[in-house]
């Protein structure tokens, strides 16, 4: 069952690909941008398989859901894709730039690197919201994150691929009243309870 919902989860990640320019497999910067299409498409699956509390629900009709950056933006152009495939029944806006007194207004916060020195007091401020605290600063699970994206390199003979595992902790979720798919659970590498 996990190995059918990890393909699910990267065909709809396909789909979101689709919008991108190609990128060439053997430039450096392009699998760099690969690697951040990847990230963009996991935070628009997350939007799928998470349940935000009371006045944060997008279950309502006509729902924004506030995807927020912090500190550098690694994604560049590829969070474009959120204004293309917002719908009627729920926008997809995209915060960058912001500071630990927005972190209300979102439902996603994303902590780049540049942002490690902080991450204690960011997820301080963020632990009294409703917020899913994403970043891939390592050990950011164990600091109190939400999603902590890992980036992994799989070797095969000649052959190498790099691959995105998710670790996610279900008591800094819960402490906030977020409810976590049991799909987006089966995909994880790691679920700390």
């Given amino acids: 069952m996990r190995s059918i919902l990890y393909i699910?989860?990267?065909?709809?990640g396909g789909c979101v690909f689709a919008l991108f320019p190609a990128i060439a497999d053997d430039d450096d910067a392009g699998k760099i941008a690969k690697e951040y299409q990847?990230?963009?498409a996991f935070l628009y699956n997350f939007v799928k398989f998470i349940e935000w509390p009371g006045d944060k629900s997008l279950a309502h009709p006509n729902a924004t859901a506030n995807i927020c950056i912090m500190g550098d933006n690694p994604f560049g152009a590829a969070l474009d894709i959120f204004k293309r495939v917002s719908t009627p029944q729920l926008t997809l806006n995209?915060?960058?730039?912001?500071?630990?007194?927005?972190?209300?207004?979102?439902?996603?916060?994303?902590?780049?690197?540049?942002?490690?020195?902080?991450?204690?007091?960011?997820?301080?401020?963020?632990s009294r919201y409703s917020?899913?605290?994403?970043?891939?600063?390592?050990?950011?699970?164990?600091?109190?994150?939400v999603i902590e994206m890992v980036k992994v390199e799989k070797s095969i003979g000649l052959f190498s691929k790099d691959k995105i595992n998710l670790r996610i902790?279900?008591?800094a979720a819960e402490a906030v009243n977020l409810?976590?798919?049991?799909?987006?659970?089966?995909?994880?590498?790691?679920v700390v309870k």
């Fill in 169 to 171: 902790n279900m008591r």
């Fill in 94 to 126: 995209v915060k960058t730039g912001v500071s630990q007194n927005d972190i209300s207004s979102c439902h996603i916060l994303y902590v780049s690197k540049s942002e490690e020195a902080n991450v204690s007091s960011i997820l301080s401020q963020a």
């Fill in 38 to 40: 990847v990230k963009v």
């Fill in 8 to 12: 699910l989860v990267m065909l709809l």
């Fill in 131 to 145: 917020v899913v605290t994403v970043s891939g600063i390592k050990g950011f699970v164990d600091a109190g994150g």
């Fill in 179 to 190: 409810r976590i798919d049991a799909q987006l659970l089966e995909i994880a590498a790691e």
